[in-house]
């Protein structure tokens, strides 16, 4: 399980913009984050659990 670069929950967001190191987010530091990351170029996608 990918876990947030924040807290000890399970990442749920990841982040990626070019030439920096990717983020990994739960959920609420996602929306708590979200609109700054965005205006500043950073992309963002869902991390999706593969099936068993």
């Given at each position: 399980m990918?876990?947030?670069d924040r807290c000890p929950a399970e990442?749920?967001?990841r982040y990626t913009k070019a030439g920096e190191q990717p983020w990994q987010w739960c959920a609420h530091h996602a929306r708590r984050y979200d609109a700054g990351l965005t205006s500043t170029?950073?992309?963002r996608f869902a991390?999706?659990?593969?099936?068993?």
């Open positions: 990918n876990r947030c990442a749920k967001v170029g950073w992309r991390l999706v659990k593969a099936p068993a």
